[in-house]
C-alpha cells in the first residue's frame, strides 16, 4: 500500500480550499459589475443614471469635435475681432476690412492703423522738407510724381515750409475693398500742425507760423495681395470736408 506524505496531503487540501474560494467569488456578480449588454441598451444605461442621481453629472465629458460648428468667429481669428472694434459689423468697411483679410493672410487690422498713422506723419513732414527720397518710398509713382511737381515748383521759386507736426486727433477707415486683387482702404485723417510757405525772403506767404491748424485729409493706402512686399503705399489723396 502506497503511503502519502503528510506535507504533501497538507498542500492538496490548501489547493481545494483556494480553487472553491475561487469559483465561489468569479461565479457571482459584485454591486459594481454590470451586464456587458446594458453598456449598449440606451434605455437601460438612461435608467442607470436616473438611479445614479446627481453624482453622474461630477463626470467630466471630453468631447471629440467641437460642439458648436458656428463658434464665435472672433475666437477663430482674434483679427477679427480687430475689425469689429474699427468698424461696427455687418457695414460695408467692416465687411469690407474682412474681404482683405480673406485675401491677404498676413493683414493685421491693428497694426495697419498703427503704421497707417505712422505713414501719414512721415509723409507730411517729409513733403514740407522736400525730401522726396524719403516719399519714393511710401507714395504709389503717380502720387509721388504729382508730390514732387509741387515740391520743384516751390523750390524754383525760392520758398520754404516751415512746418511742426503736433499730432493725430483722430484717424478712421473711411472705406475698404479689395479691387482686381488689390486692396484699398482709405483714412480719413484729422490733425493738428503748425505750417507755412515763406518766400525767399523769409516772408509768410501762405498759412501760419504760429497758430496750430486742425487738418482734415482723406487719403488712400493700397498694396497688391499677391506680392510679397508687406508694405502700403499712398495711392491717393484728398482734403477732407
Not at 502519502?4 to 474560494?21: G, H, Q, R, S
Not at 485723417?189 to 507755412?196: E, K, L, P, T
Not at 487738418?215 to 497688391?224: E, L, P, Q, Y
Request: hydrophobic fraction near 40%; charge should be negative.
Amino acid at each position: 500500500m502506497q503511503s502519502f506524505d503528510p506535507f504533501t496531503i497538507a498542500i492538496l487540501v490548501a489547493a481545494v480550499v483556494v480553487l472553491l474560494k475561487l469559483r465561489s467569488v468569479l461565479g457571482q456578480k459584485t454591486g459594481h459589475q454590470e451586464d456587458l449588454t446594458d453598456m449598449f441598451d440606451p434605455k437601460k444605461r438612461k435608467k442607470q443614471s436616473e438611479q445614479d442621481g446627481p453624482a453622474a453629472d461630477n463626470v467630466v465629458k471630453l468631447p471629440t469635435r467641437p460642439q458648436n460648428d458656428n463658434q464665435d468667429a472672433d475666437e477663430k481669428d482674434p483679427r477679427l475681432a480687430q475689425i469689429d472694434k474699427i468698424a461696427k459689423p455687418r457695414t460695408k468697411i467692416n465687411k469690407g476690412l474682412k474681404e482683405i483679410l480673406a485675401a491677404d493672410a498676413g493683414f493685421n487690422p491693428k497694426e495697419f492703423m498703427a503704421g497707417a498713422d505712422m505713414a501719414y506723419e512721415m509723409i507730411v513732414n517729409a513733403f514740407a522738407q522736400g525730401d522726396t527720397k524719403s516719399l519714393s518710398n511710401l507714395l504709389s509713382p503717380e502720387v509721388y510724381e504729382g508730390f514732387k511737381s509741387v515740391i520743384d515748383d516751390r523750390e524754383s521759386r525760392g520758398e520754404t515750409v516751415q512746418s511742426s507736426f503736433i499730432g493725430i486727433d483722430e484717424s478712421k477707415v473711411h472705406s475698404a475693398a479689395v479691387k482686381s486683387h488689390e486692396a484699398h482702404i482709405t483714412i480719413k485723417f484729422i490733425s493738428q500742425i503748425v505750417s507755412a510757405t515763406l518766400d525767399k525772403e523769409g516772408t509768410v506767404i501762405e498759412g501760419d507760423d504760429k497758430d496750430i491748424a486742425r487738418v482734415k485729409d482723406i487719403w488712400t493706402f493700397a498694396r497688391d495681395t499677391r506680392s510679397d512686399d508687406p508694405n502700403w503705399k499712398l495711392v491717393a489723396t484728398e482734403a477732407g470736408a
